[in-house]
């Protein structure tokens, strides 16, 4: 079955400082990949997607994330963190098996401290 | 433009009663998706739908149902609501069927007692 994991549940880093967030998923095919972000009293947004093509691909908000399919992962990055990013991570996977499936992860709080 | 738009925004219902929520998608957009997220946790895929028609659906039991209509406004009912039921219920519109970028509205709060 389709799965997604995001192994940290939260995540604290100093403002100004790089970022990664781990993003493991399970599906046979090749999968569609999303990562999304949450910020208190707002709605889901889009951060970035992968489809096809090259494996590093760039998102909003200075966001990028990599597609490894021999780890299974997808892990966001920033280099450079700023206060206003502080907010829950989704990494979610498309799954078109028996229909159009948009799988989530648990997702990941991130804290920036001064 | 305007964006995803659902409501009500909050509901408060009794165990065992039904609701209806709505959602209207971004114009132009032909698919909308319904989510179910519970406090601490990611949303869970419940249906999609594209030219009024069902194009995936998730685990939840047959007390949930949707509909689609001709100007692909969007209606998700819930049935002999539980306490388990109280979630917020997201509503994502896109251009077409299957993972192009989704567009969410800011959900429709539903708490059962």
């Known amino acids: 079955a389709q799965s997604v994991t995001q192994p940290d549940i939260h995540i604290t880093v100093s403002e100004g400082a790089s970022l990664e967030l781990r993003c493991n998923y399970s599906?046979?095919?090749?999968?569609?990949l999303f990562w999304y972000v949450q910020s208190p009293g707002q709605g889901l947004q889009l951060l970035l997607k992968?489809?096809?093509?090259?494996?590093l691909v760039q998102g909003i908000k200075g966001f990028e994330a990599e597609f490894k399919r021999s780890q299974s992962s997808f892990n966001l990055r920033k280099p450079s963190v700023h206060w206003s990013d502080a907010a829950e991570y989704f990494c979610a996977v498309g799954a078109g098996t028996g229909g159009f499936k948009t799988i989530f992860g648990a997702g990941t709080r991130l804290f920036v401290k001064a | 433009d305007a964006g995803v738009t659902q409501s009500p925004t909050h509901l408060i219902k009794t165990r065992g009663q039904q609701v209806t929520l709505r959602c209207s998608p971004i114009?132009?957009?032909?698919?909308v998706s319904w989510y179910q997220q519970v406090l601490g946790q990611g949303p869970q895929f419940i249906f999609q739908y594209y030219e009024k028609e069902e194009r995936g659906r998730g685990n939840f039991p047959d007390r949930f149902s949707a509909r689609q209509f001709p100007n692909y406004s969007s209606e998700l009912n819930v049935n002999a609501l539980l306490l388990g039921d109280s979630a917020l219920y997201l509503c994502?519109?896109?251009?077409?069927?299957?993972?192009?970028?989704?567009?969410f509205g800011p959900g429709t709060r539903l708490t059962v007692t």
């Open positions: 992968y489809f096809s093509g090259d494996t």
């Open positions: 599906y046979g095919a090749t999968p569609y």
């Open positions: 114009s132009g957009h032909k698919s």
């Open positions: 994502a519109s896109s251009l077409r069927q299957g993972f192009y970028e989704q567009y």
